[in-house]
């Protein structure tokens, strides 16, 4: 089982590649669509997502133990894991948000926190110009405390996005 797909999708890669860096204006347009989507996505449900990650000032007792031991030192007093804050509050609320406009799937690609799914759309198949309806579309999340040391962190609750093509 472990190789029955193995070579097909490396052939869809390929085809998917060869066919981008032919055609740059169609993954540059296939990514102003998905950030401008993504970020009026977030707009317009702001206040929902920053009620879901203020949330967990109210579940200290749950995420004070949360941690891995092997991501560094343990929150002290007040401190938030806020980077997995971020993550589960915001990640998960993402795709149910995708659904309005993307038929979202799963891949069972192993990801811990992070968001990524295949989305597809008739607006993907017009911004890779007929190429394809569907792209991988991974979130991850990055978010930090208000104590954090500010000159090593992004601001606060900042989403990150990045892009995977596929056939």
């Known amino acids: 089982m ?7 999708q490396f052939q869809l890669y390929n085809s998917a590649r060869n066919y981008f860096i032919a ?6 347009e296939l990514e102003r669509f998905l950030t401008n989507h993504i970020v009026s996505l977030v707009q317009s449900n702001l206040a929902e997502i920053k009620n879901d990650y203020n ?3 109210y579940l200290y007792p749950f995420w004070e133990n949360y ?7 343990q929150p002290i007093m007040d401190q938030y894991p806020w980077l997995e804050v971020g993550e589960h509050a ?7 948000l995708l659904v309005n ?4 799937r799963d891949t069972g690609i192993p990801t811990g926190a992070d968001q990524r799914f295949v989305i597809s759309s008739k607006n993907i198949l017009e911004a890779t110009q007929g190429f394809t309806n569907s792209a991988w579309l991974f979130i991850d999340i990055k978010s930090v405390g208000p104590r954090d040391d500010q000159d090593h962190t992004r601001p606060p609750a900042k989403v990150l996005f990045s ?3 596929i056939a």
């Open 2 to 8: 472990i190789n029955l797909y193995r070579q097909q």
């Open 23 to 28: 055609r740059p204006n169609a993954l540059i």
């Open 55 to 57: 949330e967990a000032s």
């Open 67 to 73: 941690p891995p031991e092997d991501r560094g030192r």
């Open 90 to 96: 915001i990640g998960a609320k993402l795709p149910r």
């Open 101 to 104: 406009s993307f038929d979202v």
């Open 163 to 165: 892009y995977l093509i």
